[in-house]
T-cell receptor, first 114, second 111 residues
Framework: SQQGEEDPQALSIQEGENATMNCSYKTSINNLQWYRQNSGRGLVHLILIRSNEREKHSGRLRVTLDTSKKSSSLLITASRAADTASYFC??????????????FGRGTQLTVWP | DGGITQSPKYLFRKEGQNVTLSCEQNLNHDAMYWYRQDPGQGLRLIYYSQIVNDFQKGDIAEGYSVSREKKESFPLTVTSAQKNPTAFYLCATLGEVNTQYFGPGTRLTVL
């Protein structure tokens, strides 16, 4: 299975601290994405990084990708209580036959305390 | 949650009963997906449709059925053959650059 695995499963920090979560996957990809899910809600796309990119920024988010290690990290800087959510990485499959097929990990539950 | 609506938000099913979850989108996207999410788990693909009048099984299609008669609509039926249907169900569409847009979800509970 291509399913990614996030690490850690849960992360608890204080407001203002940085939060780092990691994702590992198994097969070659075209791109890797990170999604956020607030409790009981749908997922929201955060950022996409292509396989030929090593780092990407969007606001307080920084994503890195190491295709040789098949891993990615998501860094949220200066975290806020509103960042409390589950974060999922999602990968496609290089050469995959299904349009838009994504493989999701189990997620990292981030709790940011005021 | 963008232009995707799911209804109802909460659904209760008696054992042996079929129920249908609605998913409607106004994003004009061709491809649509149904996922199941269990506590502490990632999303598992049930069915997907790349175009009207066509759909394919995902990884856990047993006990589920779908239709795609209109571009805007992709309803999911949970049949009595699905032995453990209690879960959170998410519908998604495919936008640009392989990005998926999700609805708000339906929480199904078997009584």
């Amino acid at each position: 299975s291509q399913q990614g695995e996030e690490d850690p499963q849960a992360l608890s920090i204080q407001e203002g601290e940085n939060a780092t979560m990691n994702c590992s996957y198994k097969t070659s990809i075209n791109n890797l994405q990170w999604y956020r899910q607030n409790s009981g809600r749908g997922l929201v796309h955060l950022i996409l990084i292509r396989s030929n990119e090593r780092e990407k920024h969007s606001g307080r988010l920084r994503v890195t990708l190491d295709t040789s290690k098949k891993s990615s990290s998501l860094l949220i800087t200066a975290s806020r209580a509103a960042d409390t959510a589950s974060y999922f990485c999602a990968t496609d499959e290089y050469g995959g036959s299904t349009l838009g097929r994504l493989y999701f990990g189990r997620g990292t539950q981030l709790t940011v305390w005021p | 949650d963008g232009g995707i609506t799911q209804s109802p938000k909460y659904l209760f099913r008696k054992e042996g009963q079929n129920v249908t979850l609605s998913c409607e989108q106004n994003l004009n996207h061709d491809a649509m997906y149904w996922y199941r999410q269990d506590p502490g788990q990632g999303l598992r693909l049930i069915y997907y449709s790349q175009i009207v009048n066509d759909f394919q099984k995902g990884d856990i299609a047993e006990g589920y059925s779908v239709s795609r008669e209109k571009k805007e609509s992709f309803p999911l039926t949970v049949t009595s053959a699905q032995k453990n249907p209690t879960a959170f169900y998410l519908c998604a569409t495919l936008g640009e650059v392989n990005t998926q847009y999700f609805g708000p979800g339906t929480r199904l509970t078997v009584l």
